[in-house]
């Protein structure tokens, strides 16, 4: 096999105070932290459309990057096969394990679908045999229900019973290739579930065809034996004025009400709640408190732009604090899948390297931090003590439903007025986060 990417070694961990920008400063695989190999409990995974198809087109000018690893002609099966030989060297290059598709990723897309079935049979043949003596697996599939035309009013949402059929047939393969490839999870991530206008929407009749695209998806997958999760990937806008799945606790709802909580779970991505107005760490919390932490799309955008840039994750504060967020949740049924790309000025093979060094480093510095935050103790010992009061007797009774307004009521007037709550002490605990991040 040629090699694609030929004056770059297999990454080491060379340690922090390595100036080599082709080594690991902090990403150690066999580190163990809190019990668990660093690996583990980082599986990180590649975005086969950022990595292997973007080439850095924006919507004021063409590729910057050639990524035809190879190939003579783009857009051929010949180009699919350099992709996947490029991804697979590039992976075992990092030690990543784990990769993330939409099918039109994998294959061009004809114009029969039967066509592209057979194309998407043919470059899965082809993956499963270079996945053969490697420890490289499928994260998650997806199909791409939003670049094509037809999905201009959505897939599950679209007015249309015919896009919606066609929906359905994409789905289902790219679930059979999902399947093959030993995915798992699926994602939905909804760019055009969503309405430009209220004007022309009926919104509940959208919303129940969303549900029954998924419920369909669910039947299909469990009957040709999918054990993984289902995942929503919450995003309020872009490309729509307006998304239904606006964030985890939109989505969360959304489940739940169409019964579709048992099969689903959340995949979260940095980007996307910064842009629906929350930290990432808001919409970790949400879906973990609700026992649907999945899997993350690990990237951030820039506070300063209104849309999802997808930048590579350099920010160790918003990195510790979403793998505290992970430890506390107790790990992650799926993984890390870099929904990254490399800026568009950065566009030779080397910055694909050091982009996934920067990424992967970021999350390794971010999880060494979180266990010392959670060994430390000083936070959880203030949350625990924030909430001491219903330790109390009457307290108790709170917490355990055992009460009523009345007795409340009369607790109350004989207690006369309540001290003040307590200092929240935010300041302090930002200069303990400080203080660990930094010593
Ligand atoms: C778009 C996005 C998608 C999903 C998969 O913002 O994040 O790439 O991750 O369809
Ligand atoms: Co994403």
């Not at 924006?58 to 096969?81: L, N, P, Q």
């Not at 899965?124 to 201009?152: H, Q, V």
Request: proline share 3%; glycine share 10%; charged share 25%.
């Amino acid at each position: 096999m040629k090699e694609v990417f030929k004056n770059i070694p297999v990454i080491p961990f060379e340690g922090k105070d390595s100036k080599n920008p082709l080594a690991f400063k902090y990403y150690n695989a066999d580190r163990v932290i809190m019990g668990k190999k660093m690996s583990e409990h980082l599986p990180f995974a590649m975005a086969w459309w950022h990595n292997l198809c973007a080439g850095g087109t924006d919507m004021f000018g063409r590729d910057t990057t050639d990524k035809s690893f190879g190939a003579s002609e783009k857009g051929t099966m010949e180009h699919a096969k350099a992709k996947v030989d490029a991804g697979f060297e590039f992976m075992k290059k990092l030690g990543i394990k784990y990769f993330c598709f939409h099918d039109v990723d994998l294959v061009p897309e004809a114009d029969d679908i039967k066509e592209t079935n057979a194309r998407l049979d043919e470059i899965s043949d082809y993956i499963l045999e270079k996945m053969k003596g490697t420890d490289i697996k499928c994260l998650w599939g997806t199909a791409n229900m939003f670049s094509n035309p037809r999905f201009m009013n959505g897939a599950g949402s679209t007015n249309s019973a015919d896009v919606f059929c066609f929906a359905a047939a994409q789905v289902k393969k790219a679930l059979d290739i999902t399947v093959k490839l030993g995915g798992r999870g699926y994602v939905f991530w909804g760019g055009r579930e969503g309405y430009e206008t209220l004007l022309n929407t009926d919104v509940k009749f959208e919303q129940e065809n969303i549900a029954r695209l998924m419920h369909l998806a669910v039947d299909y997958g469990r009957s040709i034996g999918f054990k993984g999760d289902f995942y929503i990937e919450p995003k309020p806008k872009e490309p729509m004025k307006h998304q239904y799945d606006f964030d985890a606790a939109t989505a969360i709802g959304f489940v739940r009400q169409y019964g579709l909580d048992k099969d689903f779970k959340m995949n979260i991505e940095a980007n996307h709640a910064t842009l629906a107005g929350h930290t990432f760490q808001h919409d970790l919390r949400i879906s973990a408190i609700n026992g649907m932490l999945g899997s993350i799309d690990a990237n951030q955008g820039d506070t300063l732009l209104g849309w999802d840039t997808d930048e590579f994750p350099f920010n160790v504060y918003d990195a510790t604090l979403c793998m505290y967020e992970v430890l506390k949740a107790g790990g992650l049924t799926g993984g890390f899948n870099f929904d990254s790309k490399t800026r568009r000025p950065s566009y030779t093979m080397e910055d694909m390297f050091h982009a996934y060094i920067l990424g992967m480093d970021t999350f390794a510095l971010g999880l060494i931090k979180a266990a010392e935050i959670i060994e430390d103790g000083r936070l959880d010992e203030f949350v625990k003590e924030r909430y001491s009061s219903y330790n109390s007797e009457i307290g108790k009774k709170i917490r355990s439903g055992n009460t009523s307004l009345s007795e409340l009521a009369s607790y109350a007037e004989k207690m006369g007025k309540p001290d003040l709550p307590g200092s929240g002490r935010q300041e302090y605990l930002e200069s303990v986060i400080n203080n660990i991040l930094f010593n």
